[in-house]
């Protein structure tokens, strides 16, 4: 129910803010403004949705492969320890805990358009665990809040924006770090969260040592690409995932050639479903795009922004990130419209601003939360998220208030 009271106050809250600036400031133009937006909204819904069928055929297809080869199952057994205390519904060895971690892997190399099919091939496997297939499991909530943290390794698209601004960033690169070090604490603020919900011992041996583990790799990674150029992180980066995708691709035919599995008819059997997980999600992804176009072209977030400033102004407290919050508060339901928001920080105060940078470290540090809602929750028919929307907003201001700290200590 969460979800539909959220939905509902989106349109309150535009209506009446509309209704105000019709009345009081003589907007002649907002009820227009708001029924185009809905209809265009509604259209890019239906567009995004078909966009998918070609990736997630596919990407589906290949999974059905990787499956059929047993490469699915390797990867399992592999991350099978941590998972299994992690997960502990989902059973040893059982074929989503190698989806939900190549969904992970694909997001932190940045790879969208892979960490999408894999992600909903997960929630469908957890969904055939789930004994009540209209309430998402604790093992569903755990995955989503872990997959809507946006764990990224190197945020290129921002670095190439930073870099292709005019003028352009004196380092495009310089907000690598701080993005890596926000992404990660709001991943920790997801998983220690769902944890104390689903009262989850993170204290146990072997997930300490998993989350060591990353830890290390994250900070050597850290340690390593620091020292290069923009144009050597972003050929690296390209190089990166780029050659894992294909290596994926290449060891799931090779697995299957070996187990002298039926390739083609495989694939195909895959690529099936990618047309009909994208026609199911197109109802909960247009309700969500509208709602959110009517909070969005209603003027919600400037009256927002001026309420921080005064408040912040009065506390006596430095105001220079408020600029920068625009692309926050829009990141968690648009990120195209965040996007834009860090474009027109950066174009007004400067790509090398301290608004600029923040703007880039919150587009970088996050996923879009409601976007992640309706398509995955959406693709399995998931009508009662629980408390999954609530986990995922509170990890989203983890990473805001961590990337505003982190900012002020390098930039400001």
């Known amino acids: 129910m969460i979800l539909s009271y959220i939905w509902v106050a989106f349109f309150i809250v535009a209506f009446v803010i509309a209704f105000f600036k019709w009345t009081l400031d003589g907007d002649q133009e907002i009820f227009k403004v708001l029924v185009e937006g809905i209809f265009k909204s509604a259209n890019d819904g239906f567009d995004i949705s078909l966009k998918l069928v070609g990736i997630m055929a596919l990407f589906l297809g290949f999974m059905r492969i990787g499956e059929k080869a047993g490469a699915i199952n390797f990867l399992s057994r592999i991350v099978g320890p941590f998972f299994s205390r992690l997960f502990p519904e989902v059973p040893k060895n059982h074929p989503a805990t190698g ?3 190549m969904n992970f892997s694909a997001n932190l190399l940045g790879l969208d358009n892979a960490a999408t099919p894999f992600g ?4 469908e496997s957890l969904q055939e665990l789930n004994p009540d297939k209209s309430r998402a499991s604790n093992a569903q909530i755990m995955f989503l809040c872990l997959h809507a943290s946006g764990l990224t390794l190197i945020p290129v698209s921002i670095i190439a924006i930073r870099a292709s601004m005019n003028p352009p960033a004196a380092n495009p690169t310089d907000i690598f770090i701080p993005c890596m070090i926000v992404t ?14 689903q009262r989850i011992n993170l204290l146990q041996p072997v997930i300490i040592g998993w989350i060591l583990g990353v830890s290390l790799l994250i900070g050597a990674l ?27 691709f290449f060891s799931f035919l090779v697995g299957a050639l070996v187990k002298k599995v039926n390739v083609f008819d495989a694939f195909i059997e895959g690529a099936k479903g990618g047309f009909e997980i994208a026609v199911k999600i197109i109802p909960y ?8 176009s009517v909070l969005r072209n209603s003027g919600v977030f400037d ?9 912040f102004s009065a506390m006596g407290m430095n105001t220079d990130f408020v600029a920068s919050l625009p692309t926050a508060l829009m ?14 920080a950066m174009n007004t105060y400067g790509a090398d601003s301290f608004q600029g940078r923040l703007s880039s470290i919150f587009q970088g540090t996050s996923d879009t939360t409601f976007y992640v809602v309706a ?31 982190i900012a002020y200590l390098f930039f400001h």
């Open 99 to 101: 989806q939900m971690m």
């Open 120 to 123: 909903l091939k997960a929630m």
């Open 184 to 197: 990660f604490v709001a991943t920790m603020a997801a998983m220690i969260t769902v944890a104390i919900r």
């Open 222 to 248: 850290i340690w390593r690409l620091q020292s290069l150029s923009q144009e050597e992180l972003q050929h690296f980066s390209v190089i990166l995932s780029n050659g894992l995708i294909l290596l994926i």
């Open 285 to 292: 992804l247009i309700a969500m795009l509208v709602a959110i």
């Open 303 to 311: 009256y927002i922004i001026q309420g921080f400033s005064a408040l």
């Open 331 to 344: 990141k968690p339901l648009s990120g195209s419209g965040a996007r834009g928001m860090m474009i027109d």
């Open 375 to 405: 398509v995955y929750f959406g693709a399995v028919s998931i009508k009662n998220t629980r408390y999954a929307v609530p986990v995922m907003l509170l990890a989203d201001l983890v990473g805001v208030i961590t990337a505003i700290g």
